[in-house]
């Protein structure tokens, strides 16, 4: 098993290092000079702007430019923002946090409201409630997350007032440890039900046809014509059957949540990641956002790694064989 | 030298004649920072303002860095104001008023300035404030790496210091704004101590956790979340602040910053960070007070390249200024906020206008006209009526121009130019307009930091380097560089006024650019805060501010 994850690591590391070229020449190729928006809103002396440039290294042409970071890359150093100044390393620690936490909050809260949302679809094939979870997983999954964000915020914190609208803690709290992480709670609630919204939508499509399948399935009849309660047939036989396409699921659509993230971040002033690749690329802040996609594209890859070994548990069918 | 008084040299100097110009155009100015700093009187506490509490002002990213030294950012300079001060500070009236520099001298020939600097100003770190600070400061960081205050140290022969409590400024030639562009933002003062002999002043670790002299010292820094301050103990003004911390929370989603207001979660909205389509709303809350029109002069206008054929001639550029429905673009696009664009330097400064210049008059909205100047410019129309094609750039993130310039679009296609709408990202925008002078028309705005010889010159002045935020239209015209040269230089305000006059004219004829509208900002703050507004930027001088229970 570990040669195998090894193996799949070592693939990984072609990859990763394509979405660091690739990203690094493309976004250096796009319209629009970071210079110019770091020398600020008055007509700078081309003395200075050459200084500025010149500083950030941005007087070179890109391949060199490319080949300088890659080799502080290896150096394990991620450089340094120009649009931010300060390690482009410290900045994203910062930010990390607050965007796992969201993220796996988004995550818990689709596992926990989809799958059941799903299993009661199937279970009820046909009737008002699998209709009613129908609609509603389609309706979900067309909705944009950063309207309903907005949408959420109108109903719960301007309208109703029960949640907070923004930010991750009271700007006028002075609290400290464990008290100041209590109170990022109440703050979490709507972002994470805006970002992880699809999710659910898309976790309780998955696991109704999944169920279905599973459902039609020969060891079902038998099961149950070995007497077994209806509620023991659904977790142990059709919900373990069903599981393989709904990890599959939710291990490749990992993506998903990080691009929303982004979106959600901006319109909840959440102060994680996602916005920060966002703010990155209006500012043209190379090294932040290839550090950030970087960073994107080894949590898929490894996202991935861990659904295929998850999987093999699950379904003895699969083997990291070789 | 002979020297003058404070308040003589008032009456000459920019600040001073311009508020005395003001004085004179608008008698009955409410006195604005009075009305608002009274708050003890409510409360019925003879003390004066109540001490204590959190005030929250919002911003809308964050800051670039905290060394209000190197950047114009405006979410650095609203932090920055708090953290640092400058010579001088500028009051709502245009009027020039001591901090660091407790009084001052000017050589009858306006071209040496004397300083006298307050003692026991202490940085936030204990040490010592002196006039080796200033020099230092000028020398070694307003000169070169501030985007606005490095062309005005070069206007400086030498800064001395004498001893540790004067300062000496001589000028090449005279400069009518320099007291005013002495203030925190344009000229902060910056501690020697933690720059010299640092290394690279852009990435000095004070940039990130400053020190200043300011009212309020630097507590924390969370990137995308907020800023904290907390009340200086040793500040200079004695009793000041009132309010124990500041918080500036990061609101990058513009819809949000207003609800954050009307839900209490924070107390200040500055104009700046505001989208013009909440104004109504938040009007209607009883819960803030609203101040319009406090700030430096502004103004929003269209460039034109002058490169482009159909725009090569005057009476094309005149044409355009008579089909475009300014009115209408201050009504739709703006929420009705903002003055109707009275000439090339709008209306902000008051001494300075021309009676005979007035676009309200010299161009109303008239399409036969337009399309008569068209003829006689050459630009003629096609068979299918098409006269021109013209790309007009907008930055897409500023949403009233991007509805602006379909209203361009509309009223243009009256007189037969069809105009593309390339609302495209900040950076592009600057990189197609600035860099490439790659556009036809574009919509850009310029604040004028207080003198037009700061602000206004640039849009109109000959220029040949392609830096963002200058005149992009490639219009040359020698007589107004002339004019324009002379009254920087000339500290008479009777006399400056004569000479913008006379390129008030020249370029309400040529019309290099047709300016939209004055800028008309509106501010929200929760009624809870008193002593707020009583600076020209709503910024500054929060040591003033305290809130009310």
Redesign the interface.
């Known amino acids: 098993m570990w040669r195998y994850i090894l193996k799949r690591l070592a693939q990984a590391l072609p990859v990763v290092l394509g979405v660091i070229v690739f990203n690094f020449t493309l976004i250096q190729l796009?319209?629009?000079?970071?210079v110019?928006?770091?020398?600020?809103?008055?007509?700078?002396?081309?003395e200075?702007?050459r200084?500025?440039r010149a500083?950030f290294g941005l007087d070179q042409p890109v391949p060199v430019r490319l080949a300088r970071y890659l080799e502080q890359l290896a150096r394990g150093n991620l450089g340094?923002s120009f649009?931010?100044?300060?390690p482009v390393g410290e900045?994203i620690a910062?930010?990390f946090g607050?965007t796992l936490m969201l993220m796996l909050t988004a995550l818990g809260l689709a596992i926990l409201i989809g799958i059941p949302l799903g299993v009661i679809a199937a279970r009820n094939r046909g009737r008002l409630s699998d209709w009613v979870a129908q609609v509603g997983a389609l309706a979900g999954y067309s909705t944009p997350d950063f309207w309903m964000g907005?949408l959420l915020?109108l109903i719960f914190?301007?309208a109703l007032?029960w949640l907070?609208?923004?930010?991750?803690r009271?700007?006028?709290s002075v609290a400290t440890g464990m008290q100041a992480t209590l109170e990022v709670f109440p703050y979490l609630i709507l972002p994470a039900f805006a970002l992880g919204f699809r999710y659910i939508a898309l976790l309780s499509r998955i696991t109704r046809s999944a169920m279905l399948d599973a459902l039609s399935a020969d060891s079902v009849m038998g099961a149950r014509a070995k007497g077994l309660s209806e509620r023991r047939v659904l977790i142990a036989h059709v919900l373990r059957n069903a599981a393989l396409p709904i990890v599959t699921v939710i291990g490749y659509n990992l993506g998903l949540l990080i691009a929303g993230s982004a979106l959600i971040e901006?319109?909840?002033?959440w102060?994680?990641v996602g916005?920060?690749l966002f703010?990155s690329i209006?500012?043209?802040d190379y090294p932040v956002m290839t550090a950030i996609l970087m960073m994107v594209s080894i949590t898929v890859v490894i996202a991935n790694l861990i659904t295929d070994l998850v999987y093999a548990a699950l379904d003895p069918r699969v083997r990291y064989a070789r | 030298m002979k020297k003058l008084t404070r308040r003589t040299f008032l009456k000459v100097s920019a600040g001073g004649a311009a508020a005395a110009g003001l004085a004179a155009c608008t008698p009955a100015a409410p006195a604005a920072p009075a009305a608002t700093a009274a708050p003890a009187a409510a409360t019925a506490v003879p003390a004066g303002p109540a001490r204590g509490g959190t005030a929250v002002i919002v911003m809308d990213s964050d800051p670039d860095t905290l060394n209000l030294g190197v950047t114009s950012n405006y979410s650095s300079g609203d932090v920055g104001a708090k953290l640092y001060n400058g010579l001088i500070w500028v009051d709502t009236n245009f009027g020039i008023k001591p901090s660091l520099a407790e009084s001052w001298t000017i050589s009858p020939d306006a071209k040496v300035y004397t300083f006298k600097l307050r003692q026991g100003v202490t940085w936030h770190d204990g040490k010592p404030f002196t006039s080796a600070d200033a020099v230092y400061t000028f020398q070694e960081i307003l000169g070169k790496f501030h985007p606005r205050s490095q062309a005005l140290v070069k206007r400086m022969k030498s800064i001395e210091a004498p001893d540790a409590n004067t300062l000496v400024i001589t000028l090449v030639d005279p400069y009518a704004p320099l007291l005013l562009q002495l203030n925190v933002f344009e000229a902060p003062m910056l501690p020697k101590h933690l720059f010299d002999g640092q290394g690279d002043v852009l990435k000095n670790p004070a940039g990130l956790k400053p020190i200043g002299t300011g009212p309020y010292k630097f507590v924390e820094w969370t990137k995308g979340a907020s800023v904290k301050l907390a009340r200086y103990e040793n500040y200079w003004e004695k009793g000041k602040p009132y309010l124990d911390n500041l918080v500036f929370p990061i609101i990058p989603q513009a819809a949000n910053r207003g609800t954050a207001l009307e839900t209490g979660e924070a107390d200040f909205l500055a104009s700046f960070y505001l989208p013009l389509t909440d104004v109504e709303r938040l009007s209607k809350s009883d819960k803030l007070n609203q101040k319009r029109g406090i700030a430096f002069p502004a103004i929003y206008f269209m460039m034109m390249n002058n490169a482009t054929p159909a725009l090569a001639k005057k009476e094309a550029r005149q044409a355009i200024a008579f089909a475009v429905d300014r009115a209408r673009i201050i009504t739709q696009a703006n929420a009705g906020i903002g003055r109707i664009g009275r000439g090339p330097f709008g209306d902000g400064f008051k001494w300075l206008l021309d009676p005979a210049v007035d676009y309200s008059k010299m161009y109303p909205r008239d399409v036969a006209k337009a399309k008569s100047l068209l003829d006689a410019a050459g630009v003629a129309a096609a068979a299918d009526g098409t006269r021109a094609k013209l790309r007009l750039v907008v930055d897409s993130a500023r949403a009233p121009f991007v509805t602006a310039a379909q209203i361009i679009k509309e009223n243009l296609k009256e007189i037969g130019i069809e105009v593309e709408v390339q609302a495209v990202e900040r950076a592009v925008m600057t990189q197609k307009v600035y860099t490439d002078r790659d556009y036809d028309l574009t919509l850009q705005s310029f604040v004028s930091s207080g003198d037009p010889a700061i602000g206004y010159h640039r849009l109109y002045v000959t220029t040949t380097t392609r830096v963002a935020s200058t005149n992009a239209t490639g219009y040359s015209n020698t007589v107004v560089d002339g004019l324009f040269a002379k009254a920087a230089v000339t500290p008479d305000q009777g006399a400056r006024a004569a000479l913008y006059v006379e390129a008030q004219k020249i370029l309400a004829d040529e019309m290099p650019t047709l300016v939209l509208y004055d800028d008309d900002t509106v501010n929200f703050a929760s009624k809870k805060l008193a002593g707020v507004f009583g600076a020209i930027d709503v910024r500054d001088r929060w040591e003033d501010v305290s809130l009310t229970k």
Do not use: C, H, W
């Open positions: 796009a319209p629009g000079d970071p110019t928006l770091l020398v600020g809103d008055y007509p700078a002396t081309e200075y702007t200084q500025v500083d340094f649009a931010n100044r300060m900045l910062q930010r607050p907005q915020i914190a301007v007032g907070p609208s923004q930010g991750m009271s700007a006028r901006t319109v909840f002033s102060p994680g916005r920060l703010d209006s500012k043209r």
